[in-house]
């Protein structure tokens, strides 16, 4: 079992349209939970950035953790076309060492 | 832009052949990582520096090797490359090295083995 599992996609969507993406994982010592967008031929940019369980929410976008199922959401609002893009999930905490452990992403396509 | 520099952007190789990849990191920041990204595997963690000095390693295979020199910047050798080393390479920096950090990854090299 992979230490953290990601939906595979390609998801295709409508513009307007709530998108749900999601992770979960198996090591109980991460801690910090982030999302990472990756624009094609491009590198990782952090997208939002969560310590521990709860919600956190940045415009269009919310993360929420769930340490107690070891489950993590994005949910991205009135998505638009300028959200295509590959989505990363990634996480990591003081037991794991500060090494990012990510997701295999899931591409969202947005469709005008 | 992640403030992470990293050259070239491409790279063209044949089998057998050695490679250095170089990154600087965001002025500040004492931490360098580097990630292989493949279609098969996703992004996976290859090595951990903090201010000159190794922390961690992940799956790196042997023929791979990396440092990071006085001026923070960080080169990784690939050698006796094989045409599955054919990746993206990424690297990252961040201030400190601790789990809280935030990465901040540069656009990263493309490889090609021939």
């Known amino acids: 079992q992979k230490e953290v599992e990601q939906d595979p996609g390609p998801l295709s969507v409508p513009e307007g349209a709530i998108v749900s993406l999601n992770c979960t994982y198996s090591?109980?010592?991460?801690?910090?939970f982030m999302w990472y967008r990756q624009y094609s031929r491009k590198g990782p940019e952090l997208l939002m950035y969560t310590y521990s369980s709860g919600n956190k929410e940045d415009g269009r976008f919310t993360a929420q953790v769930d340490k107690s199922s070891k489950y993590i959401s994005l949910f991205i609002r009135d998505s638009q076309p300028s959200d295509s893009a590959t989505y990363l999930c990634?996480?990591?905490?003081?037991?794991?060492?500060?090494?990012?452990?990510f997701g295999k992403g899931i591409t969202l396509s947005v469709r005008p | 832009d992640s403030g992470v520099t990293q050259t070239p952007k491409h790279l063209i190789t044949a089998t057998g052949q050695r490679v250095t990849l170089r990154c600087s990191p965001r002025?500040?920041?004492?931490?360098v990582y580097w990630y292989q990204q493949s279609l098969d595997q996703g992004l996976q963690f290859l090595i951990h520096?903090?201010?000159?000095?190794?922390?961690a390693k992940g799956n790196i295979l042997e023929r791979f090797s990396a440092q990071q020199f006085p001026d923070l910047h960080s080169e990784l050798n690939l050698s006796s490359l094989e045409l599955g080393d054919s990746a993206l390479y990424f690297c990252a920096s961040s201030e400190r090295g601790g789990a809280g950090d935030i990465q901040y990854f540069g656009a990263g090299t493309r490889l090609s083995v021939l």
């Open positions: 002025s500040g920041d004492l931490s």
């Open positions: 990634a996480m990591n905490g003081w037991g794991a060492n500060s090494k990012l452990t």
């Open positions: 520096y903090y201010n000159g000095e190794e922390r």
């Open positions: 090591n109980s010592a991460f801690q910090y």
